[in-house]
């Protein structure tokens, strides 16, 4: 049973940056695909980006092209989204996820991804 544990979230100015970590354990997610999401209260989750199993291919939602990068490093068994130029509007809780590479594509934001983190709060303010 693979656990995912976000951190790096906090308070950042408008036009800040921060990066987001995804530690997994109990298992190598080098099998997975992986992505990002955020929610804010009140509202649906929403797709930020994903990553293949072998971090050769990402893919981005529209609001976080230019602005956010995903990457992973598979030795350390972990995943990272860096944000830059952040916005008001970027607050939310960020979550990452894991699926297995031939069952979630990652160009599909309603992919069905088999384990989940509990989320890292971000917020932009000044």
């Known amino acids: 049973q693979v656990q995912l544990v976000e951190s790096g979230g906090g308070l950042v100015q408008p036009g800040g940056s921060l990066r987001l970590s995804c530690a997994a354990s109990?298992?190598?997610?080098?099998?997975?695909?992986m992505g990002w999401f955020r929610q804010v209260p009140g509202k649906e989750r929403e797709f930020v980006a994903a990553?293949?199993?072998?971090?050769?291919?990402?893919y981005y939602v529209g609001f976080a092209k230019g602005r956010f990068t995903i990457s992973r490093d598979n030795a350390k068994n972990t995943l990272y989204l860096r944000m830059s130029s952040l916005r008001t509007e970027d607050t939310a809780v960020y979550y990452c996820a894991a699926g297995a590479w031939a069952k979630v594509p990652i160009n599909d934001p309603r992919a069905d991804y088999d384990y989940w983190g509990q989320g890292t709060q971000v917020t932009v303010s000044s």
């Open positions: 109990g298992g190598t997610v080098s099998g997975y695909n």
């Open positions: 990553i293949t199993h072998t971090g050769n291919s990402q």
